[in-house]
C-alpha cells in the first residue's frame, strides 16, 4: 500500500503542470521592485507643463522592466498654487510587492509675463534714448553750422545736462583714442578706415575703433540688463555675442553708407564730367572747372570735387589730386578719369576732345547698365526669396513654438546639425546666386 502511495506522489511531481511551478516559483518572490529617479527635486512655474515619467523607470528581478506599471498621484496635485508639492510613485510586481518613492516639486509663481513686459519696456525707453541722443547729436551739428553766424552771451557759461555728458564722452573717447594710439598693431589695423574718415569727416581712424569699443560695451550692458531683468545671470561665453556685435555694429553702418555715397557719386559723375567738358569749352582752367562742380552740383560728389579744389589750390598736382580721389572712391568710373587726366597731363592733347570721348564713354557704360540692371532684376528677385523663405519659416514656427528648436542649440547631436544646416544653407545660397548669374 506504501509503494502504491508513493508512485502515485511520483507521478503527479513528474506530471505536475507549469503553472504550478509557476505558483511555487511566485509564492517564493520576496523582493520588492525598484523605482529608479534620476532627480527628485524640481523647481517649476505655476501651470508651467511638467514631463513626470522622463527620469523615471522601474525594475523587478523577477518580472523586469516595470516602467509602464508605475502609478503615481499627479491627479491630486494642484500645480497652479504655490508651494512644495509631493509626487508619488508606486509600482508592483505580479507577487504583490509594492514599491513607493517620492519627488519634491517646488512650484513659484510665474513671472513671465512681467518679465516680458519689463524687457519691453526697457527696449523702448532704450530705443526712446537712442532716438533723443540722434537728434541731440544733429543739434549739435546744427548749432556748430550756425554758432559762426551768431554771438554768444557772456554771461551764461552754464551748459546743460546732455552737452555736459557728451563732453564727457568725448573725453573719454580722446582718453582711450591716446592708449590705443601706442599699439602698432591697432595702428596697421586701423587704416582699412581711412575711407570713412575722409569721406565721412571723422576724426581718426584710431577714434573710430575707440567708438567701436564704446558701442560693444554698451550692448554688454543691455543684455546683462535684461538678463538680470529675467532673474538670470549671464556667464562670460555669453558675453561675448552681444559685445562682438555692438563692436561691429558701426563697420557695419558705414559700410552700408559708404556703399550708398559710392553709388551716389557714381551715378553723379556723368553730370560732373559734362560740366567739366562744358567749363573747358567756355576756356576755363581745370581748377576753374573743378570749381564750377563743386558749385553747380549737389551732394557727395560736389563734396569730393571741393576737396580736389584745395587740393590743386594748395599745390598738389593734377594727376595727384585725381588719383587720391579715385582711390577714395575707388570706381571704374573715377579710376577712369584719373586715368584719362594722368595721361592728357604727362602726353598732352586736345582736353576738349579727350571729356567729350570720357562724357560719351560713360553715358554708354551707365546705358548698359541699365539694361544690365533690368536683365537681372527677376532672377534676383528669385534669388532673394529663395534665400529668405527658409530664415522666414524659422522665424515663424519659433514664433508659434519656442521650444521647437531648443534641441537643436541645447544637445550635442543637435549642434552638430545646426551647424551642418549652416553648412548646407550657405552652400545652397553660393549654388543658388551661381545659377541665377546672368552672363553678359
Given at each position: 500500500?506504501?509503494?502504491f502511495?508513493n508512485?502515485?506522489n511520483?507521478d503527479?511531481?513528474?506530471n505536475?503542470?507549469?503553472?504550478?511551478?509557476?505558483?511555487?516559483l511566485?509564492s517564493e518572490?520576496n523582493?520588492?521592485?525598484?523605482i529608479n529617479?534620476?532627480?527628485?527635486?524640481f523647481k517649476?512655474?505655476?501651470?508651467?507643463?511638467?514631463?513626470?515619467?522622463s527620469?523615471?523607470?522601474?525594475?523587478?528581478?523577477?518580472d523586469?522592466?516595470l516602467?509602464n506599471?508605475?502609478?503615481?498621484?499627479?491627479?491630486?496635485?494642484?500645480?497652479?498654487k504655490?508651494g512644495i508639492?509631493?509626487l508619488?510613485y508606486?509600482?508592483?510586481?505580479k507577487s504583490?510587492?509594492t514599491?513607493?518613492?517620492?519627488?519634491?516639486i517646488?512650484?513659484?509663481?510665474?513671472?513671465t509675463n512681467?518679465?516680458?513686459?519689463g524687457?519691453?519696456s526697457f527696449?523702448?525707453?532704450?530705443?526712446?534714448?537712442?532716438i533723443?541722443?540722434?537728434?541731440y547729436?544733429?543739434?549739435?551739428?546744427?548749432?556748430?553750422?550756425?554758432?559762426?553766424?551768431?554771438?554768444?552771451?557772456?554771461k551764461?557759461?552754464?551748459?546743460s545736462?546732455f552737452d555736459?555728458?557728451?563732453?564727457q564722452?568725448n573725453?573719454?573717447?580722446d582718453k582711450?583714442?591716446?592708449?590705443l594710439?601706442k599699439?602698432?598693431?591697432?595702428?596697421?589695423?586701423?587704416?582699412?578706415?581711412n575711407?570713412y574718415v575722409e569721406?565721412f569727416?571723422?576724426?581718426s581712424?584710431i577714434k573710430?575703433?575707440?567708438?567701436?569699443?564704446v558701442?560693444?560695451?554698451?550692448f554688454?550692458?543691455?543684455?546683462i540688463i535684461?538678463k538680470?531683468?529675467?532673474?538670470?545671470?549671464m556667464?562670460?561665453y555669453?558675453?561675448?555675442?552681444?559685445?562682438?556685435?555692438?563692436?561691429y555694429t558701426l563697420?557695419?553702418?558705414?559700410i552700408c553708407k559708404?556703399?550708398?555715397?559710392?553709388?551716389?557719386?557714381?551715378?553723379?559723375?556723368?553730370?560732373?564730367?559734362?560740366?567739366?567738358?562744358n567749363a573747358f569749352?567756355?576756356g576755363m582752367?581745370?581748377?576753374?572747372?573743378v570749381d564750377l562742380v563743386s558749385v553747380?552740383?549737389?551732394g557727395p560728389?560736389a563734396k569730393?570735387?571741393?576737396?580736389?579744389?584745395q587740393?590743386?589750390l594748395?599745390?598738389?598736382?593734377?594727376e595727384?589730386?585725381?588719383k587720391?580721389?579715385?582711390n577714395?572712391i575707388?570706381?571704374n568710373?573715377s579710376i577712369?578719369?584719373?586715368t584719362?587726366?594722368?595721361?592728357l597731363?604727362?602726353?598732352?592733347?586736345n582736353?576738349i576732345?579727350?571729356?567729350s570721348?570720357i562724357?560719351?564713354n560713360?553715358?554708354?557704360?551707365k546705358k548698359l547698365?541699365n539694361?544690365?540692371?533690368?536683365?537681372?532684376?527677376?532672377s534676383?528677385?528669385?534669388?532673394y526669396v529663395?534665400?529668405?523663405?527658409?530664415?522666414a519659416?524659422v522665424?515663424?514656427?519659433?514664433?508659434l513654438?519656442n521650444?521647437?528648436?531648443?534641441p537643436?542649440?541645447?544637445t550635442p547631436?543637435?549642434?552638430?546639425?545646426?551647424?551642418?544646416m549652416i553648412?548646407?544653407?550657405?552652400?545652397?545660397?553660393?549654388?543658388?546666386?551661381?545659377?541665377l548669374k546672368v552672363r553678359?
Open positions: 500500500m506504501e509503494e502511495i508512485n502515485d511520483e503527479v511531481g513528474l505536475t503542470p507549469s503553472s504550478v511551478y509557476q505558483e511555487i511566485d518572490d523582493d520588492a521592485p525598484i529617479i534620476k532627480q527628485k527635486t517649476i512655474k505655476a501651470n508651467e507643463q511638467f514631463d513626470y515619467m527620469n523615471v523607470s522601474a525594475t523587478d528581478i523577477q523586469g522592466n516602467t506599471f508605475i502609478t503615481t498621484n499627479i491627479d491630486e496635485i494642484d500645480f497652479t504655490q508639492k509631493k508619488e508606486t509600482v508592483s510586481d504583490g510587492n514599491t513607493t518613492e517620492m519627488v519634491f517646488t512650484v513659484v509663481k510665474d513671472d512681467l518679465i516680458k513686459i524687457q519691453f527696449l523702448i525707453i532704450f530705443l526712446l534714448v537712442l533723443f541722443l540722434i537728434k547729436l544733429k543739434s549739435i551739428r546744427l548749432e556748430k553750422r550756425f554758432s559762426k553766424y551768431t554771438i554768444n552771451s557772456s551764461n557759461k552754464s551748459i545736462l555736459s555728458l557728451y563732453n564722452y573725453d573719454f573717447i582711450m583714442t591716446k592708449f594710439s599699439s602698432k598693431f591697432l595702428k596697421d589695423r586701423a587704416k582699412k578706415y575711407k569721406s569727416g571723422l576724426d581712424n573710430f575703433i575707440s567708438r567701436k569699443i558701442v560693444g560695451f554698451i554688454l550692458l543691455v543684455a535684461v538680470l531683468s529675467g532673474s538670470q545671470i556667464q562670460p555669453e558675453m561675448i555675442i552681444p559685445f562682438v556685435l555692438g563692436f563697420d557695419i553702418i558705414y559708404y556703399s550708398l555715397y559710392r553709388k551716389k557719386i557714381e551715378n553723379d559723375m556723368v553730370e560732373a564730367i559734362t560740366v567739366m567738358n569749352k567756355s582752367s581745370i581748377i576753374q572747372a553747380e552740383l549737389n560728389i569730393e570735387f571741393c576737396k580736389i579744389k587740393e590743386l594748395f599745390g598738389l598736382d593734377v595727384i589730386s585725381f587720391r580721389f579715385s577714395r575707388n570706381t568710373e577712369y578719369l584719373a584719362s587726366l594722368s595721361v597731363n604727362k602726353s598732352g592733347g582736353i576732345k579727350v571729356f570721348s562724357e560719351e560713360l553715358l554708354n557704360r547698365q539694361e544690365f540692371k533690368s536683365l537681372t532684376s527677376s534676383k528677385f528669385i534669388m529663395l534665400i529668405f523663405v527658409p530664415i519659416f522665424l515663424f514656427i519659433s514664433i513654438n521650444e521647437y528648436f531648443k537643436l542649440y541645447t547631436i543637435g549642434i552638430i546639425m545646426l551647424l551642418l553648412l548646407i544653407y550657405v552652400s545652397y545660397i553660393i549654388t543658388v546666386k551661381h545659377f553678359m
